[in-house]
């Protein structure tokens, strides 16, 4: 639930706990304005070692939220997240901030490596693992952090029914030499890319 007109994201529920996601803590502050509020939470007590709750945390050190708590109406405590009117950061200073949390540093790493190497692109159990994480969605919420910070973009390439993530890593300082790299391709897709790149340069003369 929200006020000042948010539409709240998809809640995960956890008995008497309602959790939102990371996510949509993101969504709130970009599209709020100062002084609208945002129920991130709702548990008998506070939640954390919950997402959402260091999340909120991170926000609030940042001066993009205050948070406060008010009686929930049966029992336990409804958790709120009121935007300031500190504005955004700019997108070089946000990439960098991303890089911030060691998790999501971590996660990147492996990913420019397996974007060097030409690997497929870990799972989000392995980037748990990697990051010392405790469960996959932790791991998959940096990964969109990633993106939505332009750091990296995702794509699902089909063969024969199965998906396969590819990740790109984006062009650019924090890069280094993965920059314009991708993870591994199905073999199929990997064999038309080799293709298309042999008549790209046959068309111009380079038969290299």
């Known amino acids: 639930m929200a006020?000042?007109?948010?539409?709240?994201?998809?809640?995960?529920?956890?008995?008497?706990?309602?959790?939102?996601?990371?996510s949509?803590?993101?969504?709130?502050?970009?599209?709020?304005?100062?002084?609208?509020?945002?129920?991130?939470?709702?548990?008998?007590?506070?939640?954390?070692?919950?997402?959402?709750w260091q999340h909120a945390a991170a926000l609030a050190a940042d001066g993009l939220i205050t948070t406060h708590h008010r009686r929930r109406a049966g029992g336990g405590w409804q958790y709120f997240a009121m935007r300031t009117g500190r504005p955004l950061r700019g997108r070089a200073e946000a990439k960098q901030s991303v890089l911030d949390d060691p998790a999501t540093e971590l996660i990147f790493r492996e990913l420019k490596r397996a974007a060097n190497f030409e690997r497929p692109c870990p799972s989000d159990e392995e980037l748990k693992r990697k990051a010392g994480l405790s469960t996959r969605d932790q791991a998959q919420w940096r990964v969109r952090k990633l993106i939505d910070a332009g750091l990296v973009s995702s794509t699902v390439a089909y063969e024969g029914g199965v998906p396969?993530?590819?990740?790109?890593?984006a062009e650019g300082q924090l890069a280094g030499s993965a920059g314009g790299k991708s993870t591994a391709l199905p073999k199929k897709w990997a064999a038309a890319q080799q293709a298309a790149r042999r008549?790209?340069?046959?068309?111009?003369?380079?038969g290299r």
């Open 199 to 206: 008549d790209s340069r046959a068309s111009s003369g380079d």
């Open 164 to 169: 396969t993530r590819v990740i790109t890593i």
């Open 24 to 52: 949509a803590l993101d969504a709130f502050v970009r599209v709020a304005v100062a002084g609208n509020e945002f129920v991130y939470a709702e548990a008998p007590e506070p939640p954390r070692t919950a997402e959402c």
């Open 3 to 22: 006020r000042g007109g948010f539409q709240t994201a998809k809640i995960r529920f956890e008995g008497t706990i309602v959790l939102h996601p990371p």
